[in-house]
């Protein structure tokens, strides 16, 4: 991991002057106008105009030989150079300082002081840090000889002297002159100065690179605190803290957080500096950081490009602040395979190292990384024990630096299969990595707690793990070898869960959802080796719990903390405010996603920063004074085989898939049974995926062949093995693009007859109701908490029909649909027959400000018949069309907007097209719109997986609907009732053909 120069706070140039003499003409005058004026321009941050003035009063000055207030402004004047970034001018405006200084003042005046103190910042800035220290501390003894031990300009050195040791890796010694800050300035100026803000962004700096991360946040809040209230929001050390705090985010891999802070720190920098400077550039390295994290290449190379086009244009093409930037601009390179220019890229970076420092371990680790890549691994191995030898020299075996070296180590071992050394370099990164943990005995692991990266904790735990299974393998069966790779992956599963709780963006939990994919993975293959070496069913259930703990986890998370509220206790006022602040980020979110003028982004996304830190201050206050929600909202456990076998009757299983890189893993539950079946990977699945739907959906006679081909084919891998005849309902729980298929509309056998003879053909729903979950949890989790729905009005319907041919929603036709205004009031009317209480809104009453005011969890049963659509590459841009009847809203109800909508029903069904497909997340499933709808409360939801067809849809949901009020009651069994309209409408003949019935699924049970 390439680290960023973390800027320091920007210290307040004390305004230094004072008149020598009585007389004065009216130039003299002018020059101490012009020196006021300076002082002024400096303190709004205007250093251009700060360094004309400050040189032309020293002008004035020299002619009449005014020599100290001359000295004064030269050396000022240099402090405006310095925040310019304009190093010639700092330098000559010092010499000359300096020089007069020393011929007219003498060798023990305070103006050398300051001289010295910006030459230090001069070299600080320049990464010449031994310089720094030298000036610092010149500076730091003659002000004491001259002032004391306690005056006002000793804590600024203090601080300084801290910085530079800091920046050296010397973190101690750093600390030490922070607390002597601390101390001096309380006493000086009170526990509210700026000067102490300045020292604690400092030492949160050092907590930061020491992976403390929460010492280190808590020290950048009281900075920020101290900040906000002395110089308020637009500030250049404002940004300097949101800076800082975004590094942390980054590094915790909570990258939408880290976005929004560089963002907000880069927007105030705008304000204030020039595009061409050094604080822009390290904005723009973290942005481009983050950008190559989520593999958006383009986007990275745009940001360092433009770093790296503005620290060339102040330090030149060959200084040491060039490497952060010329480090990442290789690493995208070697993750676009473009080997030669990442090469070249680390060589340059590489040949301006001037010195064994953190930086140049950096280097040599990251072309380590790159020889790694090329599976060169002698190289890489060199590369990487030489940045291990600085890392260690440097910052001592307890930091993430050395962290990350023996991990990158211990994988090249592992990939030669040199276990005993693999075992040992990984033993090493645990070590290096927790606190309290020095074992060197390879069998024992830390507990998982006091570490410092939890993602590298991760991948270092898992990657031992998997040494323990190979170790098995090669051993013919290693029971014990097996059992510890168990055991490191159950404490694998206790870091997710610490890192999904800290993990506070959506998006961001996904990310770690990702991450934990591969490390269940493999913890179900090695359940699954220790069952077929002991035949013990504890690791079937095992390996159960672990294809679980990769489904749906976020979502899981987000319905507890939604029903927490609920029993909670928390006052309405509170969950009021909850709701409106939740309206207000999905509308600028909204915003920012549809924006048409890229100009109005900057102000977007800081209006965005500002709603979801007062959201976060908000969560965080109802989790302390609301214990029992804090306890609800994480009590959630994952539900036991006994647990889910207590849903199900004698004539009900669950059906789980987990999908890995070779095999294919089925979890059958019964009542009374569990059973483990596997598949091997179909290649290339979803491609064979796609070609099945668009078989389906072709609606063309040379395809139907194909779909019977394919139907019969995912048949027999999906379902290996006969179930039990007793067996009538399945509830599926899919995994990744197996998501996709309606297995309603498998063939359990070749069918042999008319091709058009839909109605004959051997379907799935012939032998099985079919239900689907997201998980097992989810599933259990729902069961649990069934809440009475009787105070309920029983059903709303919402159709805005589009009676024109055609009408336009932000670039999308949208045609019109007249058949769902007879399916809408012929179940009206159903509903009606049988004393039901019934709403129903048409065309321009069926609308987004409706569905949006609250009145939605009113009502037991919702339907919506109108036009839906996806977008897999921004799921949160995927919606529901209804009408347009004002300004503020635009007829779209976004996925982010529904998922406040705050549902109470039993049953959302949404009549429109590929309302249940999404972009397919690893480790979370299918992100889209029946996702947001289960988050907003809704317990039931039926969906459909392609563009359906109005009349075949109409005639398909009047059906489902009078099979629910002929059993009406408190508890009904939607999956039946859809099962049983399915069939019908199969017996019927005219819709038989899967296109037609199949797209419609049950979420839920």
Not at 684 to 695: D, M, Q, T, Y
Not at 714 to 737: C, G, H, R, T
Request: charged residues 25%.
């Amino acid at each position: 991991m390439m680290k960023k120069r973390l800027f320091f706070f920007i210290l307040c140039l004390n305004v230094y002057y004072q008149a020598f003499t009585q007389d004065k003409n009216s130039e003299i005058k002018l020059a101490e106008n012009y020196y006021r004026k300076a002082s002024d321009f400096n303190n709004r941050f205007q250093w251009d105009s700060a360094a004309i003035f400050y040189q032309n009063s020293a002008e004035i000055f020299k002619k009449y030989s005014i020599w100290k207030n001359f000295v004064i402004a030269k050396t000022f004047a240099s402090g405006a150079f310095l925040q310019k970034s304009d190093f010639k001018n700092v330098k000559i405006s010092l010499d000359t300082a300096e020089h007069i200084a020393l011929k007219n003042l003498g060798e023990k005046n305070e103006m050398l002081t300051f001289i010295y103190k910006f030459r230090g910042q001069y070299f600080f800035l320049n990464s010449n840090l031994d310089s720094s220290i030298y000036f610092f501390e010149k500076a730091k003894q003659l002000r004491i000889e001259i002032s004391g031990e306690k005056n006002k300009f000793l804590p600024e050195l203090y601080n300084a002297l801290g910085n530079a040791h800091s920046g050296k890796g010397n973190f101690q010694i750093a600390l030490n002159f922070y607390l002597k800050d601390i101390a001096l300035s309380e006493e000086l100026f009170g526990r509210n100065s700026s000067n102490l803000a300045a020292t604690y962004n400092n030492i949160a700096v050092i907590y930061n690179n020491k992976g403390e991360y929460d010492v280190a946040l808590e020290y950048f809040n009281k900075a920020l605190s101290i900040t906000k209230q002395q110089n308020g929001e637009n500030h250049p050390n404002t940004a300097t803290l949101y800076y800082g705090i975004g590094d942390i985010f980054q590094k915790k891999g909570e990258f939408d957080v880290a976005m929004e802070y560089f963002m907000k720190s880069l927007t105030i920098r705008k304000q204030i500096f020039n595009e061409n400077h050094p604080l822009i550039a390290d904005n723009y390295i973290s942005v481009g950081q983050i950008y190559k994290e989520k593999k958006e290449f383009s986007q990275a190379t745009q940001y360092f490009s433009q770093a790296l086009d503005i620290l060339e244009k102040i330090f030149g093409k060959e200084h040491s602040n060039l490497i952060p930037v010329l480090t990442n601009l290789a690493q995208v390179y070697q993750n676009q395979k473009k080997n030669s220019e990442a090469i070249e890229f680390y060589q340059k970076a590489l040949n301006i190292s001037q010195e064994e420092n953190l930086r140049t371990a950096d280097i040599y680790n990251n072309i380590g990384a790159f020889y790694f890549s090329q599976k060169n691994f002698d190289e890489a191995l060199k590369n990487y024990f030489v940045a291990l030898k600085i890392y260690e020299k440097i910052a001592g075996n307890k930091t993430p630096l050395t962290t990350v070296a023996n991990l990158n180590i211990a994988n090249i071992f592992y990939q030669r299969k040199n276990v005993e050394e693999a075992l040992k370099y990984f033993q090493n990164a645990l070590i290096s990595n927790v606190k309290d943990f020095s074992s060197q005995d390879v069998s024992q692991n830390p507990t998982i707690k006091n570490y410092y990266l939890p993602q590298i904790l991760l991948k270092t735990l898992q990657g031992k793990a998997m040494l323990w299974t190979q170790k098995s393998i090669s051993e013919n069966g290693n029971i014990q070898a097996l059992q510890n790779a168990l055991q490191i992956y159950l404490s694998c599963d206790t870091l997710i869960s610490h890192i999904r709780k800290a993990t506070t963006s959506k998006n961001d939990k996904l990310l770690v959802g990702e991450m934990a994919s591969l490390v269940y993975e493999n913890a179900v293959e090695s359940c699954k080796l220790l069952y077929f070496l002991t035949k013990e069913k504890k690791y079937i259930e095992q390996a159960f719990y672990f294809s679980e703990k990769n489904k749906a986890e976020s979502l899981l998370e987000a319905v507890a903390a939604a029903d927490a509220q609920k029993f909670a206790g928390i006052p309405d006022s509170l969950l009021e405010a909850e709701k409106k602040l939740k309206e207000k980020i999905a509308g600028c979110e909204k915003e920012i996603a549809t924006l048409a003028d890229e100009t109005l982004e900057p102000f977007l996304r800081s209006q965005l920063f500002d709603l979801n830190r007062q959201y976060e201050n908000l969560i965080s206050k109802m989790e302390k004074e609301f214990p029992s929600y804090f306890a609800l909202k994480y009590q959630s456990k994952s539900a036991t085989i006994s647990q889910l076998q207590t849903l199900l009757d004698d004539k009900t299983a669950i059906r789980s898939y987990f999908l890995a890189d070779s095999l294919l893993t089925i979890f059958t539950i019964s009542k009374n049974e569990i059973r483990m079946d596997t598949s091997q990977r179909v290649k290339n699945l979803p491609l064979k995926i796609a070609h099945f739907r668009r078989a389906i959906v072709s609606g063309k006679s040379k395809d139907v062949k194909q779909y019977q081909a394919d139907a019969f084919y995912l048949y027999q891998y999906l379902f290996p093995v006969p179930l039990s005849a007793e067996i009538k309902n399945l509830i599926i729980i899919p995994d990744d693009v197996l998501g996709m298929i309606p297995f309603e509309s498998l063939l359990t056998d070749e069918h042999s007859g008319n091709w058009k003879e839909f109605k004959k053909y051997p379907y799935l729903i012939k032998q099985f109701c079919i239900s689907y979950s997201y998980s097992a949890n989810l599933l259990y989790q729902s069961a649990k908490n069934i809440s009475k729905t009787q105070y309920l009005t029983d059903f709303l319907s919402l159709a805005p029909i589009f009676d024109s041919i055609e009408t336009v929603y932000d670039d999308m036709e949208v045609s019109s649909l007249p058949a769902s205004e007879s399916e809408i009031l012929s179940i009206t009317e159903n509903f009606k027959s049988k004393n039901l209480k019934t709403d129903h809104f048409l065309r321009r009453e069926a609308n987004e400000s409706f569905a949006k005011s609250g009145v939605l969890r009113n009502y037991r049963f919702l339907h919506f018949a109108t036009h839906g659509f996806v977008n897999i590459a921004k799921p949160e841009l995927s919606g529901l069309i209804l009408a347009r009847n004002d300004t503020l809203n635009d007829g779209i109800l976004y996925t982010n907007e529904l998922y406040n909508l705050q549902l109470n029903s039993d049953l959302v069904i949404l009549s429109a097209c590929e309302t249940g497909l999404g972009k397919i997340s690893k480790g979370e499933g299918i992100i889209g719109i029946s996702r947001a709808l289960l988050f907003a409360g809704t317990k039931n939801i039926i969906v459909s997986l392609w563009s359906v067809a109005d009349e075949s849809t109409s005639d398909l949901m009047i059906k489902f609907y009078s099979n629910l009020l002929t059993n009406y009651s408190e508890k009904l069994n939607f999956a039946e009732f859809l099962h049983l309209a399915k069939l019908k409408i199969i017996e019927e003949e005219k819709y038989a053909a899967p296109f037609y019935w199949s797209p419609f699924i049950l979420i839920g049970k």
